[in-house]
C-alpha cells in the first residue's frame, strides 16, 4: 500500500524545481497527518510538516485539482463541527462524512459496536460561549468549495 | 521542571487542565483513570473554563488563522499563576506552537488579546502529563503503588509524541518514561520495533484502507514480541489501535493512565474496560490484576 505518490523528498524537490503544479496536486501533501516523523530525522532541521500545511493551503487557494477530495471534505466537517460547537462531534463528523462521500454503509458496524461500548457520544459537547468560536469561521477555508 | 512536588512538604499541587476532545468524549475511560492518578500523586487538576478544540489536524492543514486563533483562545482562558496540564500528545503541540507564534511575534499576540478580550502570558508553562510524572520521585510512585503489575508484559506506545516540529526541540522529551515508570510498578517492559510508529491519526477516519495495514503492522510487531498489551501516551492512538487492527491475533491496549490507576488500586476500573473495543478484562483477571 503506497498512499503517498511523492515521498515527501520528493515533494521538496518538485519545490525546488519549480514545479508548482506537480507538487500542489500531489496526493502527498494530503496524507502527510504532520506526525514529524521525517523532521525529526531531517539533518537540515527542516519543518516539514509546516511546508506541507503551506502546500495545502496553496492548492486549496489556487485552485488547483484536489487529489484526495476526501481528506478535504473531511478537515472542512471537523472544522464545521468546530464552527457548530466550539469542539469536536466525532459521531456527527462521521456520519456527515460518510454522506459526503457516498460510503453510506462503510464503518457502520463499527459505528454501533462504538456506540454500544459508549465510545461515541449521541450528543455534541458544546462549548458556552459558541460565538466566540464561530465568529473566526467567517471568510475561512473551510466552507466547501469541494 | 516547573512542578517539583515534594514528599511531606506540599500537600496539593493545583494544574489547570486541558482535556481536549478526545479525553471529553470518546476517551472517558482515559479521563476518568487521570483524575484517579492524580488524585492518588497529590495533583489538584481544575479544568479550563469553557476550553475550545485545539483545532486538531485539521485547522492547521486547512487554516493557519485558526491554526493559531483556537489554542490561542485557550490560552487566554489559562490563569497564568499554574501550569497548564495537557493529555494530548498532539493538543499539547497545537498549544505549545501557538504560545511560540505569540511569544515571539508581538503583533499576533496584540491581535490574539484583543480578539479574546483576555492577556495571554506567553510564559504560561504548558506541560504534558509525562512531564508532571517525571517530576514526581519514585518514592512517591512507590508509596502510592497497591497493586503490582507482576509479570505483565508490556511494549509501550508512544506513537507521533516523541517526534516535534524543529521549533519545539528543545522542549522536553519523554523517552523510555513509560517503560521506566511500568518496570518500576512491577511490570516487564519488552523491546520492539514500532514504539515511535505513527497510528495513521485521522486517516483512520477519512481513508480506513491506509490505516488498516499501519495499525496491522504495529499490533502484529507487538505481538511478535511476545507482548500482552500495549501501553499508549495518547487517546487518538488507542482508538485507532483498537478499532483498525484486522488481524485475528490482537492484544488490548490499555491508556498509561488506566494502567497506572490500576496499579495504584482506584476503584471504577472495570467501568473503563467495558469501554474497550478489544476486551483487557481477560487478561488482567489471569493477571490477578482485577477480579
Keep these: ?146 | 521542571m516547573p512542578v517539583p512536588p515534594k514528599m511531606g512538604s506540599i500537600d496539593r499541587i493545583d494544574l489547570s487542565y486541558f482535556p481536549g476532545c478526545s479525553l471529553a468524549t470518546t476517551a472517558k475511560e482515559s479521563n476518568e483513570s487521570l483524575m484517579k492518578v492524580c488524585e492518588k500523586l497529590g495533583l489538584n487538576l481544575i479544568e479550563l473554563e469553557d476550553w475550545n478544540c485545539c483545532g486538531s489536524s485539521s485547522a492547521h492543514s486547512m487554516d493557519k488563522s485558526l491554526a493559531l486563533s483556537l489554542p490561542a483562545r485557550n490560552l487566554s482562558l489559562a490563569p497564568s499563576n499554574r501550569p497548564l496540564l495537557v493529555m494530548c500528545p498532539s493538543c499539547l503541540h497545537r498549544l505549545q506552537l501557538a504560545q511560540r507564534v505569540i511569544s515571539e511575534n508581538p503583533e499576533a499576540r496584540l491581535q490574539e488579546e484583543t480578539r479574546w478580550g483576555r492577556p495571554i502570558d506567553p510564559g504560561l508553562k504548558i506541560v504534558h502529563f509525562f512531564e508532571v510524572l517525571s517530576g514526581i520521585e519514585p518514592s512517591r510512585q512507590e508509596a502510592a503503588l497497591v497493586r503490582p503489575l507482576r509479570g505483565l508484559k508490556v511494549v509501550p506506545y508512544y506513537g507521533c509524541m516523541l517526534a516535534r516540529p524543529p521549533s519545539l526541540r528543545k522542549e522536553r522529551n519523554y523517552h523510555g518514561l513509560i517503560e521506566k515508570i511500568l518496570t518500576n510498578l512491577g511490570a516487564e517492559s519488552l523491546f520492539w520495533a514500532f514504539s515511535a510508529r505513527c497510528c495513521g491519526t485521522f486517516l483512520s477516519a477519512a481513508r480506513p484502507d491506509i490505516a488498516v495495514p499501519l495499525v496491522n503492522e504495529i499490533i502484529g510487531g507487538a505481538v511478535k514480541a511476545g507482548a500482552e498489551c500495549i501501553v499508549t501516551a495518547c487517546a487518538m492512538c488507542q482508538l485507532n489501535l483498537e478499532i483498525r487492527c484486522t488481524l485475528e491475533e490482537r492484544i488490548p491496549t490499555l491508556h498509561f493512565s488506566e494502567i497506572l490507576a490500576l496499579a495504584f488500586g482506584a476503584k471504577g476500573s472495570r467501568k473503563w474496560f467495558k469501554r474497550h473495543l478489544v476486551d483487557p478484562v481477560p487478561l488482567l483477571k489471569a493477571k490477578k490484576l482485577i477480579q
Design chain 1, 1 to 146: 500500500m503506497r498512499a503517498m505518490d511523492y515521498h515527501p523528498h520528493a515533494v521538496f524537490r518538485l519545490v525546488q524545481l519549480g514545479l508548482r503544479k506537480e507538487a500542489l496536486e500531489s496526493s502527498t501533501i494530503w496524507i502527510c497527518v504532520s506526525c514529524n516523523t521525517c523532521s525529526i530525522q531531517c539533518p537540515a532541521a527542516i519543518d516539514i510538516p509546516a511546508i506541507m500545511d503551506a502546500l495545502r493551503h496553496m492548492a486549496v487557494e489556487e485552485g488547483v485539482k484536489i487529489a484526495q477530495p476526501g481528506i478535504v471534505k473531511f478537515h472542512e466537517e471537523v472544522l464545521g463541527s468546530i464552527e457548530r460547537y466550539g469542539r469536536t462531534h466525532k459521531l456527527e463528523i462521521m456520519m456527515r462524512y460518510k454522506v459526503r462521500m457516498r460510503q453510506w454503509f462503510q464503518d457502520m458496524d463499527l459505528g454501533l459496536k462504538m456506540l454500544s461500548r459508549r465510545k461515541l457520544d449521541l450528543t455534541p459537547s458544546k462549548i458556552h460561549r459558541v460565538e466566540e468560536v464561530s465568529r473566526l469561521f467567517a471568510g475561512s477555508a473551510k466552507d466547501g468549495k469541494h
